[in-house]
């Protein structure tokens, strides 16, 4: 295990499973204290009872509640001393074709990701501007690109880069980057729901998904946790209001 993130503090949305999980857990191996808020209380209890040998928060809170996430994070605070590194990863997705899709799950999809971050966001720059340090790590898709069935997911993955972007240029004289990781397609719970949705086994999915990866392999949280990792970096100081793409290929 390195120190790349001793003494940093590093929050994360959405954190108990699949990607959240990953990333939760190179900062926490990498010297962090880890601080996971997710509406998903039984998931989240299983991150912290895997989790339970490094230094950890994790709270029961909704993105979506803006009152959740500043008591969160005043909470986190407080317990730790600082709020150095914030990751919106949290999300859901409520995939139809449009014809077929509702206004809840239109709506379902921009408050957890748009509103969300937007919450998260506004909630850590006033403890980084105090600061004047700061990493917000927002997590798109390459989905923000267009993907059939997923309008609502495809509009808040983009909207996502549109508020990287203008974050990285109101906080960047405070010494806070902003920048945001975009996944193709990765194993999670997540992708599994969408086989579950269009009806084929999770397997059978994967595979006809392979051809239009370049590197032959799927994505696992792991490499999304890298990519994260590389834009939370001290050191990557001059990165801001960058997208990375990490698919397996080069997108655009």
């Not at 408050?111 to 700061?134: C, I, P, R």
């Not at 939370?232 to 990165?239: C, K, L, P, W, Y």
């Amino acid at each position: 295990m390195g120190e790349r993130f001793a003494g940093k503090v590093a929050l994360i949305t959405g954190g108990s499973r699949g990607i959240g999980k990953a990333i939760a857990r190179l900062f926490a191996e990498e010297g962090a204290k880890v601080a996971v808020i997710d509406v998903n209380g039984e998931a989240l209890q299983e991150a912290a009872e895997e989790l339970k040998q490094f230094e950890l928060y994790t709270k029961v809170a909704n993105v979506v509640e803006s009152q959740e996430v500043e008591n969160a994070m005043k909470e986190v605070y407080e317990s730790f001393g600082s709020l150095d590194i914030v990751v919106n990863n949290a999300g859901v997705i409520r995939d139809n074709l449009l014809f077929k899709m509702t206004e809840p799950d239109w709506q379902a999809v921009m408050d957890v990701h748009l509103n969300g971050s937007f919450n998260v966001a506004k909630a850590a720059q006033t403890y980084m501007v105090k600061e004047k340090y700061g990493r917000i790590i927002n997590i798109s898709s390459t989905s923000a690109l267009g993907n059939r069935g997923q309008a609502n997911y495809a509009t808040a993955k983009a909207g996502l880069q549109g508020l990287t972007k203008t974050l990285a240029i109101e906080l960047g004289p405070f010494g806070i980057t902003t920048n945001a990781v975009a996944p193709g397609f990765i194993e999670t719970d997540m992708t599994k729901e969408t086989a579950k949705r269009i009806g084929i086994p999770f397997e059978q999915l994967i595979e006809a998904s392979l051809p239009g990866i370049p590197v032959g392999r799927c994505g696992q949280p792991e490499d999304i946790a890298n990519a994260v990792a590389f834009f939370a970096d001290e050191r990557s100081s001059f990165v801001n209001g960058q997208v990375l793409y990490v698919s397996g290929g080069p997108k655009s």
